[in-house]
């Protein structure tokens, strides 16, 4: 038998041969033996047999070269939980790699594993990897890839498979490779390979990687062949493996003339609105936002998609939104992901009627977006398409300096006089977005359950000082952080989950954390607990890798947003008063204690907390904690939103 043998092909030709089976010997010499078959201990059907896998030759694995190849691409962290179809890779990178560059982060599931990439990509500007264990982990995973899709996040998916049906195992291994894994996610993923040799595997994983952190960016996947990974490089070969070298390029940006007709609009805009959702790309896409918006005096509305622009600009109208664009008479959508809605609304109606446009009859739209260079067929987070005016394909972010230098060189002394009055009014109405948000809290300061505008205030007076990144979404809780804090600094947000897929919110947050670690950043996660019960095994991973991070369990014992749809349309229908009202979304009796879950897997944890006196020591213990390079969790008996 050759020096070569694979595992699976012992295996096959043990069941071929019957009881006369040749062993390979701990010098690697292969030997004839013959046994009888009562001395064969039998093997159950749902375990492994430990001593069926003859002793490696000396030599390099294949799954070596592909970490190898995996350590040339910066990725820093690999979240997973462990599965056979990838184990040779597994065993390459904890061992063979150093368990360094990547680290091994231990998951409970697979969705987890990819929302913790999510997060993590959009606070580090780089993808972190994944594996998933074969078709099944595969499925567990497709949600979060598809927020990360829809939401247009890089991440390396690696998943394992065996594709040759003579070397799987019975049973499992069949149920757990596919002839076209990648199937499952194609749909919403940039690019997909299955490379059928360790030099394409080499390539594809460079190319996955390039296409992954080009804009428009997105999530992709490579399949690593079982027997492809536990292979031994043939004498000779390993000589012949090359790793393509990564140059990263630069970013699609808008047609140079076409941006010079923007700048023109612009300029000659009475009223001219800048729109921005996933715009900021880096850290510097805020301050080049600034700068337009200040050259223009225009006002910026902000749909939180990243972190735009500082939530007290005096020219952030955020939350003037609609009187803002009702007087608009151009305006400029960047990264609008749904340029349709800016200008008309489907009514919750029966029969969903259009209702008329709600703006300027003539009103101009320019948009400058990536978002149409990736775009499926089934999957339809492409949106409604809408008519514009003038419409650049490239990266906003990209293309701003070129808008800016064009703007600059339109405007005159009398464009300046003209803009500087409209910025007075602008700076004169922003004044008083706070002072109207703290008399809103203030109202329900003392309710109970705890008021969401109070449990964020509270928040707030523990983390100002620090440096802090909020990471999850906001409008669970009324988007209080974006009406009462003071968020100024490009990491202090990050957007939403893209897809609204709930259980994003807690593994991603962790994700954020992970990358914040380096930094010191204190990581505080505001997080349903609708979103939490998806994805508790999370706090299992914060708490093995010591990721600092302070959750704050919104427990208001209810999926509220569908506690809202359920009471609307019992309303319509006129059956308000059914003593079935709250059926099937409602997380009462009994409540669930999330404190005890959270210390269950290790994690320090305070509450059920009900009374609001008790919230600002809790939280300010857990931000202690968190300084100290711990995870810590509270929960928070609070208001619906």
Not at 8 to 20: C, E, I, K, T, Y
Not at 247 to 273: C, F, I, S, Y
Not at 600 to 617: N, Q, T, V
Request: charged share 20%; with cysteine; hydrophobic share 40%.
């Amino acid at each position: 038998m050759s020096k070569r043998i694979k595992r699976r092909q012992f295996l096959a030709g043990v069941a071929a041969a019957g009881p006369a089976i040749s062993l390979i010997s701990t010098t690697g010499t292969a030997a004839a033996q013959t046994a009888p078959a009562s001395s064969i201990p039998p093997v159950p059907n749902d375990e492994r047999s430990l001593n069926d896998m003859p002793p490696q030759t000396q030599g390099k694995s294949g799954s070596d070269f592909m970490i190898d190849v995996i350590k040339t691409l910066d990725i820093d962290y690999c979240a997973s939980l462990p599965g056979s179809t990838f184990r040779g890779l597994q065993e390459s990178m904890i061992n063979y790699g150093g368990n360094r560059k990547p680290e091994f982060i231990t998951t409970l599931h697979e969705d987890s594993a990819a929302a913790m990439c999510h997060g993590y990509a959009k606070v580090a500007h780089k993808p972190m990897a994944c594996m998933v264990h074969g078709t099944v982990g595969l499925q567990h995973a497709s949600m979060a890839i598809y927020n990360a899709f829809a939401d247009r996040v890089p991440m390396i998916v690696l998943t394992g498979n065996i594709g040759n049906s003579v070397t799987r195992q019975m049973n499992v291994e069949w149920n757990h490779s596919a002839q076209d894994q990648a199937i499952t996610v194609r749909d919403f993923t940039k690019w997909d390979d299955q490379p059928q040799s360790l030099q394409a595997f080499a390539d594809s994983m460079v190319r996955a990687y390039d296409l992954a952190t080009t804009v428009p960016m997105a999530p992709v996947l490579i399949t690593a062949d079982g027997d492809l990974q536990e292979d031994t490089i043939p004498p000779g070969m390993e000589k012949k493996l090359y790793i393509p070298k990564l140059k990263m390029r630069g970013h699609p940006t808008g047609d140079p003339a076409l941006v010079q007709d923007a700048a023109k609009m612009l300029v000659a805009a009475e009223n001219p609105v800048i729109y921005v959702n996933r715009y900021a790309r880096t850290d510097n896409g805020p301050a080049l936002l600034v700068e337009l918006a200040e050259l223009l005096q225009a006002p910026v509305v902000d749909s939180h998609g990243r972190m735009n622009i500082a939530n007290r600009h005096p020219l952030n109208h955020s939350p003037r939104r609609e009187p803002t664009f009702a007087n608009a008479d151009v305006i400029l959508a960047l990264e609008p992901v749904d340029i349709w809605g800016l200008t008309n609304y489907v009514a919750d109606l029966i029969g969903r009627p259009d209702l008329p446009p709600r703006r300027n009859p003539n009103l101009k739209i320019i948009h400058i977006g990536s978002e149409m260079l990736l775009t499926k067929s089934n999957f339809q987070d492409s949106q409604r398409y809408a008519q514009v005016d003038l419409s650049i394909a490239g990266d906003a972010e990209s293309t701003m300096p070129s808008l800016i230098e064009a703007v600059k060189s339109q405007i005159t002394a009398a464009h300046k006089s003209r803009f500087a009055a409209r910025g007075q009014k602008l700076h004169e109405m922003s004044a008083k977005f706070l002072d109207a948000a703290r008399q809103d809290v203030a109202y329900q300061w003392e309710a109970r359950p705890i008021s969401t505008g109070r449990m964020v205030m509270e928040l707030w007076d523990q983390i100002r000082n620090e440096d802090w990144m909020m990471p999850t979404e906001s409008q669970f809780i009324s988007d209080w952080p974006f009406r009462l804090w003071d968020m100024n600094k490009p990491w202090h947000t990050m957007g939403g989950s893209g897809a609204q897929g709930i259980g994003y919110n807690t593994p991603a947050a962790l994700g954020a954390a992970l990358a914040n670690k380096q930094h010191g950043r204190v990581t505080v996660a505001m997080v349903g607990d609708g979103d939490f019960n998806m994805a508790p095994g999370v706090l299992w991973t914060a708490t093995h890798h010591q990721i600092p991070i302070l959750y704050l369990v919104h427990n208001n014992r209810a999926y509220h947003q569908e506690v809202m749809m359920i009471v609307r349309m019992a309303d319509r229908r006129m059956r308000s008063n059914s003593p079935n009202l709250y059926v099937g979304t409602k997380i009462e009796g009994p409540n669930i204690d999330y404190a005890k879950i959270a210390q269950g897997y290790g994690m320090y944890a305070e509450g059920p907390i009900s009374d609001p006196k008790d919230l600002a020591a809790a939280i300010r213990r857990g931000v202690e904690r968190v300084k100290r390079g711990e995870p810590a969790l509270i929960d928070i008996v609070s208001e619906g939103r």
